[in-house]
């Protein structure tokens, strides 16, 4: 992965620069030059840049971030900072050589680009489109541009080039990428070469010390931000963040990801440390030190007010602040109690309070510091302000409330009260436009729609801010792995912000790996209070390890950092990541667009920062622009040794079986066939368009568009060949590489949307052996804006739809277009995505055969009808993946394809109707077992009749035991007439070895004035140990039991499926 | 030393009140119905024996007043939780004089005593349930928002949550605590949707036992050190089909406690007396 993306970046660079000439004219000669010099000399080329940089930096932003990123992936982490400002010249030009795969083969691809370059000029040429919009473009096509050569050497040099690659790579970039390495893949960039101009940040540590280094100007932010926790001597930092004031002197988290001088906006370096996510059990955490500093940050929440708490527990809390500072009471050493007077330990400490503080202390003898700071967290991670961010809010008829982000999801108090909570899994998308903030909920059990939740907030900047924390509490908490850094490629309007850092599933096993002796700290006692000697026990002891650790400090860490790489990318592997996000816009006409592209100028930059490598969404409108999207799928595949689905109860049908089918996109999408051109983009559009809103659909509909593009085609004017690459990351550090490249014969078509095409998508896929691949798919390209933002927090699991294809026709085009500014976040309207289906050879298991439905709901019946028709059509997709190789893909595609199943709904009569519900792409991982190649296509329909048609060929055959067991109680009647159901809940949940998702499936029949209903649930439990059925499928049961306790259970079907299958290939 | 939530269900003290003769005829009341005076003391006398004798709780009983029929009702005058002690100000204007005997007798207990001052401000304990992890607050027709917001206030500690109360008297009038993260909850639709929003609102999750009578629902769990689980709930004869229900528990020690007269002045199990724990705080 790295490799390809040090060489992307530099790729974008070249492209970003040319594309920017239109912007500015004052570059146009520099530009030019910087074409040519880009095919060969990467030297002149930064330097170039250097010049530009100085002179027109601001103009410039992107290509100069992107210079960054190279250069800084070596220089940032070996070089120590005061070095860095001589080194960086050199650096940067030797940034590329430590890359050695990845630098070498730039040359080549950019000659690539460059022809792609070409070809888009003169796309541009044509379009009207804006030249903010055109540097994403280029981005796209020097995606692919780049990702084919590589493919082609990588599949060739074969597994073992590529882990070396991978190796290098971690090893190169070293602590800086540490924590990043699944999330940003791009590399970082710490710092800017060129420059070298440092400045002094100040950043207020924890415990009450200021730390001061010197960053250069243009250091983003991560690089402080590891500079501090290399200070602290702290690895488990993904729970922290620096902040900052605004110039409203509001607290802001400092994005990692972005320079720093760009978000203070002040020449205020002064920063702080905090704790940014507080982990809801402390005691999981792995070392101590990560304890102590969650505990400082407590003792400073709850002295403060912000974390509050009633008498007792203050008192509780601090007399295990000063068994951990102070060691054992001491009856005749009065020193606590003189200094208990300085030590804060609640707004209103009082002479009672300290007393009783002490009185506790005494309870506590013999207890460690350790032990002390563990117990002051269980009992602080109690509070139900426990990691609550609040902020001011107003409700829809003006009542002041507060809005708490936690991380279960998010709640609206009025006062102190609670009066309502809306955990993540019940919110369907999170968004913000000016000072409004929305959330969409998911229906409930009698309701047939979601609806909208909106507050007002004080401000746009405080709507957007609240609009991150959710975005990035969500994707820590909830996801397995953050989204896929989505592409920057378009500019549109929303933000692109997403959280880009380790979720805590992947910093849990990431620190699960540490294993470093426990680092010796000083405690602030010692730091703060001057003891005699006699007086402080304790402390010596702290005191000694401190020294060693400042001696060895430095290197110390960056050995680990080192070391710690290759197995970082093994935790991040491990997990699946289940959840989509969806940029929307919200319905933007042109002239709102256009009023937005002014500070579309300034997002620009940021989406040139975007690291991610992941695949764009194609849409005509790129297409036409660029004439060459890439679409990258990196797949990496875990093995996932043991798939079950427990139990339908209910009817059952069965859709998938698999992990977080959503996750990857395996979606076999008969061919969409829109007379607007939106056609593909249909999938997403469509359900969007028609509020079918299960983001998650949505999300599917973005990777489906990754894979393939089927494009009714009218008028195909220009093949594009897609790539999609497959990722196989082995947790073992030995990653190998599928390789699907898709040649699709794109059409590029004129802008109008009216515009049918046909995109006939060839895949190839290449699959290098390990059989252990993540996918991911990145489908959606963000931009900022200042203005809104949308996310959607869901799991896919599977899609519903609520609504009538006819009506989406009508609708889609107009819906289409908006959707897919919003998904894609383009401004133009015009762009019309290539929806591309991918159909993925799903895991062929057994599991197909039940028909799966789950997905399909959406689909009226009549889609249902059309279905088995597309149905015929997705085998051939299939079959062209299949035949690379997909098949590959292994459970852990599959296993996402499950519930993705993707289940397009055809469209009824020529008409576009896409149901997707696949989502993004995802990373998904698990630990894998056996290999099993399993391809499962499950056509999920409840009309499963009409759709029969699975696509196996070409796909491995899995080796699996099935088992299907069913229970029926009286059956009430065999409704099953596939009454398209209303999906209500998706939920998934992952723990490290197991992964369980349930489907609610509620159909409601009217019969002769009889209403029934009838739910379904099917729960998918996966995972890669043993499983203890009857336990499972009792729990279900009982679940199902409490949940509906007026409904009986009249149907259980137990599939179990164990892999046998080893790997083949 | 007191750890959050330690012990739910453990407690050392009951704090109840006599029946004054008043009751009969003017204690508030949802519904027109005669009281045998007797028998509601009868009742309460086997109610209180079950607490002191049975259960070996150390007992307060305070002595009834004439002058506020309702006063045998001590759920509704304070609402406990470790050792503060949040007195109320009853949403009946005649109740508002049970505060004073109440506040008295937990001075006695040496708990820290918050006074619901606030003039608007109120609150009768029958609309607070602690589930051990939170307080949920019934707005009803006796407890407001800002009685709800000076509970939150009084124990910081724990979300509060509030929820409409549609139907009956008070919240604890179809629902209660039946065990560590059991809610005992009546069928009733107000009831169930009472439950759905409890359930929304927790971070916790809560089992819940359903029970085909909302009244019965209203139970007494307790937690001692030598009798493990115990339940003080309805008699088979009040409510057969949900005795039933509680005879499905397992490893209770179930005890029926008659109510038939005192829940014809909204009476139910909970209201008749308030519950402490004073062991483990200091």
Not at chain 1, 690 to 714: F, G, H, L, Q, R
Not at chain 1, 894 to 907: F, I, R
Request: charged share 30%.
């Amino acid at each position: 992965m790295t490799t390809e993306v040090g060489s992307e970046t530099e790729v974008k660079e070249k492209a970003e620069e040319s594309a920017a000439q239109p912007d500015q004219s004052e570059k146009a000669t520099e530009e030019t030059q910087e074409v040519a010099s880009a095919e060969g000399d990467e030297k002149e080329k930064e330097k170039e840049k250097e010049k530009e940089g100085k002179g027109i930096s601001r103009y410039l932003p992107t290509w100069l971030k992107k210079q960054k990123s190279q250069s800084q992936t070596s220089p940032t982490k070996e070089v120590p900072p005061t070095e860095e400002a001589s080194n960086t010249v050199e650096q940067e030009e030797e940034g590329p050589a430590p890359e050695v795969n990845g630098h070498a083969e730039e040359v080549e691809e950019k000659e690539a680009v460059k022809s792609e370059q070409v070809k888009e000029q003169e796309i541009e040429s044509h379009s009207n489109a804006s030249a903010d919009t055109e540097p994403a473009k280029e981005e796209k096509a020097d995606e692919s541009a780049e990702k084919s050569p590589e493919e082609t050497k990588e599949t060739t040099e074969g597994e073992v080039a590529e882990e070396e690659k991978k190796e290098q790579e971690g090893e190169v970039q070293g602590e800086g990428e540490e924590g990043q390495t699944s999330i940003f893949q791009s590399p970082l960039r710490l710092v800017r070469k060129t420059k070298m101009k440092l400045v002094v940040c100040h950043v207020s540590l924890l415990d009450g010390t200021d730390f001061t280094c010197e960053v250069e100007k243009r250091a983003k932010g991560q690089y402080l931000f590891f500079k501090v926790c290399e200070h602290l001597n702290l690895l488990e930092k993904d729970y922290f963040g620096l902040t900052y004031k605004d110039s409203h002197e509001q607290k802001c988290w400092l994005d990692p990801t972005k320079e720093i001088k760009r978000q203070i906006r002040s020449n205020n370096w002064q920063f702080s440390f905090n704790v940014k996510f507080y982990p809801p059990d402390p005691s999981l955490l792995t070392e101590d030190i990560t304890r102590y500093l969650l505990c400082l940050q407590l003792r400073e929440d709850v002295a403060s007010g912000r974390l509050p708490c009633s008498f007792v527990t203050h008192a509780l809390l601090g007399s295990y602040t000063l068994q951990a500072e102070f060691g054992d009471y001491e009856p005749d050493q009065p020193r606590p109690l003189d200094n208990i007077g300085q030590l804060i330990f609640a707004p209103n400490q009082n002479k009672e309070m300290e007393e009783k503080i002490f009185e506790l202390h005494k309870s506590h003898r013999g207890m460690t510091p350790a032990q002390a700071d563990a117990q002051f967290l269980e009992n602080a991670k109690k509070l139900s302000m426990y990691g609550v961010d609040l902020h001011h809010a107003k409700d829809s008829e003006g009542v002041d409330i507060m809005l708490g982000v936690c991380a279960n999801g998010l709640l609206v108090y009025k006062d102190r009260l609670r009066i309502n909570r809306f955990a993540w899994p019940k919110i369907l998308k999170i968004s913000y436009k000016r000072n409004n903030f929305y959330i969409k909920i998911r229906p409930g059990e009698t309701e047939q729609f979601e609806s909208t939740v909106g507050f007002k907030l004080q401000n746009h900047r405080s709507a957007k801010k609240l609009w991150k924390v959710c975005v990035e509490n969500h994707s820590f908490f909830r996801l397995n792995a953050p989204e896929p850094p989505t592409k920057a490629r378009f500019l549109t309007l929303g933000s692109k912000f997403r959280y880009s850092g380790r979720t805590q599933a992947q910093t849990r096993v990431a620190s699960s790996l540490i294993d470093r002796p426990a680092p010796n700290f000083e405690r602030t006692s010692s730091k703060r209070i001057s003891r005699s000697l006699d007086g402080a026990p304790m402390i010596s002891i702290t005191e000694a390890g401190r020294d060693t650790a400042e001696n060895g400090r430095e290197l110390h860490l960056e050995l680990h950092s080192d070391s710690k790489s290759p197995l970082r990318v093994h935790g991040d592997n491990i997990y699946v990541r289940h959840s989509n996000l969806m940029l929307e816009d919200h319905d933007k006409t042109q002239d709102e667009v256009l009023k937005h592209q002014a500070s579309i100028s300034q997002l620009k930059r940021s989406f040139m920062e975007a690291p991610p490598p992941s695949p764009p969404q194609l849409n005509q409108w790129e297409k036409r622009l660029t004439s060459s999207p890439a679409t990258a799928i990196r797949i990496q595949q875990q093995q996932v040794s043991l798939e079950e689905e427990i139990a339908s109860v209910l009817l059952s049908r069965h859709s998938c079986t698999g992990f977080y089918s959503a996750a990857d996109a395996l979606c076999s999408t008969p061919e969409l066939t829109l007379d607007a051109a939106l056609t593909t983009r249909s999938t997403t559009t469509a359900l969007s368009a028609t509020e079918v809103n299960m983001p998650d659909v949505e999300a599917a509909a973005a990777d489906s568009s990754i894979s393939d593009t089927k494009e009714p085609a009218k008028t195909a004017e220009v093949e594009i060949e897609e790539t999609v690459v497959v990722e196989e990351v082995s947790k073992a550090t030995k990653p190998g590489f599928v390789t699907v490249t898709t040649s699709s014969p794109a059409v590029p078509t004129t802008d109008q949307e009216t515009r049918e095409q046909e995109v006939k998508v060839e895949e190839k896929v290449v699959v290098t052996q390990e059989a252990k691949a993540v996918k991911q798919e990145s489908v959606s390209s963000e931009s900022e804006s200042e203005e809104e933002a949308e996310y959607h927090p869901n799991v896919p699991v599977s899609i519903s739809h609520t609504q009538i294809l006819e009506e989406k026709e009508e609708e889609e085009e107009e819906q289409v277009d908006k959707q897919e500014d919003k998904t894609t976040e383009q401004d133009t309207p015009e762009v019309s995505s290539t929806p591309a289906e991918i159909t993925q050879p799903a895991e062929e298991t057994s599991r197909a055969v039940e028909e799966s439905e789950a997905v399909n709901k959406n689909a009226e019946e009549k889609e249902g009808e059309k279905e088995a028709e597309e149905s015929t059509d997705d085998p051939i997709t299939t079959t062209n993946e299949a035949p690379n190789g997909f098949s590959p893909t292994e459970e852990a595609v599959s296993g996402l394809a499950t519930h993705a199943e993707v289940e397009d709904e055809p469209k009824m009569n020529g008409q576009a109707s896409l149901v997707e519900a696949e989502p993004r792409p995802q990373v998904i991982c698990c630990s894998e077992p056996p290999v099993v190649k399993t391809e499962m296509v499950t056509i999920s329909d409840t009309f499963a009749a009409q759709k029969t048609e699975i696509a196996t060929k070409e796909v491995p055959i899995v080796h699996t035991e099935t088992k299907t067991i069913t229970y029926e109680a009286a059956q009430l009647d065999g409704n099953g007439d596939g009454e398209p159901g209303v999906l209500m809940t998706a939920q998934t949940i992952t723990s490290e070895s197991l992964c369980t998702t349930t489907t609610t499936h509620i159909t409601k029949t009217l019969k002769g004035g009889l209403s029934e209903t009838r739910i379904e649930k099917r729960i998918v439990i996966t995972g890669d140990c043993d499983i203890d059925h009857d336990q499972a499928l009792a729990q279900a049961i009982k679940e199902a039991k409490e949940q509906h306790p007026d409904m009986s259970v009249t149907r259980v079907v137990v599939h179990k499926e164990t892999e046998l299958a080893e790997e083949e290939d | 030393m007191a750890g959050l939530m330690a012990g739910f269900g453990h407690y050392t003290h009951a704090i109840v009140r006599g029946i004054p003769a008043s009751l009969a005829g003017e204690a508030l009341r949802s519904s027109q119905s005669e009281v045998d005076i007797a028998g509601a003391r009868r009742e309460h006398d086997a109610y209180v024996e079950v607490l002191r004798t049975r259960l070996q709780l150390e007992v307060v009983e305070l002595p009834a007043d004439e002058s506020l029929p309702d006063c045998v009702f001590v759920e509704d005058a304070a609402v406990v939780c470790g050792d503060t002690a949040l007195v109320t100000r009853p949403g009946a204007e005649s109740r508002r004089r049970e505060k004073e005997a109440m506040s008295g007798a937990l001075k006695d207990l040496n708990l820290n005593i918050v006074e619901m001052t606030d003039e608007n401000a109120t609150l009768d304990g029958g609309d607070v349930l602690f589930t051990g992890r939170e307080f949920f607050v019934g707005l009803s027709k006796r407890t407001n928002q800002r009685g709800a917001e000076i509970l939150a206030d009084a124990f910081k500690d724990y979300a509060v949550s509030t929820v409409p109360v549609q139907q009956g008297l008070h919240l604890k009038s179809f629902c209660s605590m039946g065990g560590p993260g059991l809610i005992v909850i009546g069928s009733s639709e107000p009831a169930q949707k009472a439950l759905k929003i409890m359930q929304q609102m927790s971070d916790h999750r809560y089992d819940k036992l359903t029970v085909p009578d909302d009244l019965a629902a209203n139970c007494i769990y307790m937690n001692l050190p030598d009798k493990g689980h115990v339940l003080l709930h309805c008699t088979a004869e009040e409510f057969p089909e949900s005795t039933k229900v509680f005879e499905k528990l397992k490893d209770y020690t179930l005890i029926p406690v008659s109510n038939m007269e005192k829940v014809k002045v909204d009476g139910a199990l909970t209201c008749c007396s308030l519950l402490i724990n004073k062991k483990g705080n200091n």
